[in-house]
């Protein structure tokens, strides 16, 4: 199959339902006609090669759409499969006067109107903007570009910065120790240099920059990840009228239960195939059959099949991911409903621990989220929504309900028991039935009690390892699956609930509640953090240590 066609394939798929890929675009207005086919070639060739390693992944390129550079990516031959999405230093009509002339003008909105989504940067000045306020908008416009791009091309000439918001004191930004304090590390991005001269300046030919270094290893290892994540994604439908964190909350809410069933599918065929395997090797040994030698070779084979696969797709780290994430936008959607201005990333710092493609992934949503937020008028209906639905209140009495159930529905604190009871008694009573037939079988070999080769002297020897078979596999899932860790966090979430609903149930109805919403919220994303350190890195996996 050609690239084309697999560029194509990959749209149908994947444009409303993936987190995207962010590729940042900053560079000179002025240049030189002679060197635009080969930038437009340099600039294509690494569109290209992230199309081939993101097929399952959107790529938006971010743009300040001045004139020059950052219209490149609208002229590239792969334009029809990723999207593009103008920043804009202040508002529209503040910002064409940058472009004097008509023809200009006409070029700037013929560019703008081609843009896929079109956003002015959060730190935008209002009203009239002249002198150093204007140079400001500028460089934060250009940083905040910087800032949430997993990529960053700089069409450059590789000289020293020498005013406030351009190409190279943006450059010099990036790869500087003050970059690495944002919210994006290093090892989250990258940043590509592509030389080009700068009107009458040429460029410096010999750069030795942080955009020339070979291939990033780490930096591939997190396309890769970021890829099968969104590989697994279920896609859901899609509604503009919704809040895109609602969008994506719902797809990946969906997919961690599906990929926590198919996780759990797997795991039944695997310790299955685990148990003939035994089964067969027993009798082998016992007869020296070549039938039996290949029907257990066969089994073991499936057996170590079934494991590789459950580790190379990570399912279990994966419907980890999606729920750990799930989580954090239902924090924030809530806080969001309520009317606080705090952003689940910046609340708490301990999420910068968490795995490189897990925060790309937050991040990400939250920069798309962004840029495609809803308007005045939905956020309007929303705040409107809350006094009448007292969703203070509402979410808490959900989660609680959730943990203690009701009268139909179990809680997920008895659903967890119940499984670990049943868990723990089937596995005791295996082991203690194995030991008793052991004992059995010993005794009648001393004594003769059982004719040897008989069909009950048979029966005795294969019923010890098929329990043996049975129940080390459901300690082992036991294990796993964490249920004593799980039973702990449940409590100390339900209890942590309980005392917020009595806090907000004791409040007058004209007093502010933010600081108990806010508090409740970060505890559950601290609480979500443990969980996911916890649980999200036990992978089904040989070798693991």
């Known amino acids: 199959m050609g690239f084309e066609e697999v560029a194509i394939d990959r749209i149908v798929q994947t444009l409303e339902s993936s987190v995207p890929f962010f590729v940042g675009v900053v560079g000179h207005r002025q240049l030189r006609p002679e060197e635009i086919p080969r930038l437009q070639l340099e600039f294509d060739a690494h569109i290209q090669s992230l199309l081939k390693k993101l097929r399952n992944t959107r790529i938006i390129v971010l743009t300040g759409n001045a004139e020059g550079a950052d219209w490149i990516p609208q002229a590239s031959k792969f334009r029809d499969h990723f999207s593009i999405c103008a920043v804009l230093p202040f508002a529209k009509d503040e910002y064409v006067k940058?472009?004097?002339?008509?023809?200009?003008?006409?070029?700037?909105?013929?560019?703008?109107?081609?843009?896929?989504?079109?956003?002015?940067?959060?730190?935008?000045?209002?009203?009239?903007?002249?002198?150093?306020?204007?140079?400001?908008?500028?460089?934060?416009?250009?940083?905040?570009?910087?800032?949430?791009?997993?990529?960053?091309?700089?069409?450059?000439?590789?000289?020293?910065?020498?005013?406030?918001?351009?190409?190279?004191?943006?450059?010099?930004?990036?790869?500087?120790?003050?970059?690495?304090?944002?919210?994006?590390?290093?090892?989250?991005?990258?940043?590509?240099?592509?030389?080009?001269?700068?009107?009458?300046?040429?460029?410096?030919?010999?750069?030795?920059?942080?955009?020339?270094?070979?291939?990033?290893?780490?930096?591939?290892?997190?396309?890769?990840?970021?890829?099968?994540?969104?590989?697994?994604?279920?896609?859901?439908?899609?509604?503009?009228?919704?809040?895109?964190?609602?969008?994506?909350?719902?797809?990946?809410?969906?997919?961690?239960?599906?990929?926590?069933?198919?996780?759990?599918?797997?795991?039944?065929?695997?310790?299955?195939?685990?148990?003939?395997a035994l089964q067969f090797a027993f009798i082998q040994q016992r007869t020296f059959s070549l039938f039996w030698l290949t029907s257990s070779s066969l089994a073991l084979m499936i057996t170590l099949l079934i494991w590789w696969s459950l580790w190379k797709s990570q399912i279990k780290s994966a419907y980890e991911t999606f729920r750990f994430v799930a989580e954090l936008l239902r924090i924030q959607i809530w806080w969001n409903e309520c009317g606080l201005k705090v952003n689940v990333l910046s609340n708490n710092i301990e999420y910068h621990e968490i795995g490189d493609s897990t925060y790309l992934m937050v991040r990400n949503v939250f920069v798309f989220s962004e840029i495609a937020k809803a308007t005045s008028d939905i956020d309007a209906k929303q705040k409107k929504t809350r006094k009448s639905e007292k969703v203070e209140r509402k979410w808490i009495e959900g989660q609680i309900n959730y943990l203690i159930g009701n009268k139909t529905k179990k809680g997920a604190i008895d659903r967890n028991r119940i499984a670990a009871k049943r868990g723990l008694i089937f596995m005791v009573l295996s082991f203690v039935l194995a030991g008793l037939i052991q004992i059995l079988s010993t005794i009648s070999f001393w004594f003769n009690l059982v004719e040897t080769g008989s069909a009950l002297d048979w029966t005795i020897k294969l019923v010890f390892p098929f329990l043996i078979s049975i129940a080390a596999p459901v300690s082992a899932y036991a294990k796993l699956m964490g249920y004593k860790e799980v039973k702990i966090l449940y409590d100390l979430k339900l209890r942590r609930l309980e005392i917020a609903l009595e806090q907000l149930n004791r409040l007058e109805p004209s007093a502010d509640s933010s600081s108990i919403v806010k508090s409740v919220g970060s505890a559950s994303l601290t609480e979500s953090l443990r969980w996911f350190q916890i649980k999200g890195d036990r992978e089904v996996r040989p070798f693991q240590s």
């Open 98 to 276: 940058d472009f004097p002339t008509k023809k200009q003008r006409a070029e700037f909105d013929q560019a703008l109107n081609q843009c896929d989504y079109v956003l002015v940067s959060p730190h935008s000045p209002t009203g009239k903007v002249t002198g150093k306020l204007r140079d400001k908008a500028y460089q934060e416009c250009a940083r905040w570009i910087s800032d949430n791009s997993n990529l960053l091309i700089g069409f450059w000439d590789g000289m020293e910065s020498k005013g406030v918001g351009g190409t190279s004191e943006t450059i010099s930004y990036r790869t500087s120790d003050e970059y690495t304090e944002t919210l994006v590390t290093e090892r989250q991005s990258d940043f590509l240099h592509i030389k080009t001269s700068n009107g009458e300046r040429n460029f410096k030919q010999n750069c030795t920059c942080a955009g020339h270094g070979k291939d990033n290893k780490e930096q591939t290892k997190l396309l890769y990840e970021l890829e099968n994540l969104n590989n697994l994604v279920e896609i859901g439908e899609t509604n503009s009228e919704k809040d895109q964190l609602k969008l994506y909350f719902d797809q990946f809410d969906g997919t961690a239960s599906m990929l926590q069933k198919r996780f759990n599918r797997k795991n039944i065929a695997l310790f299955t195939w685990a148990f003939l």
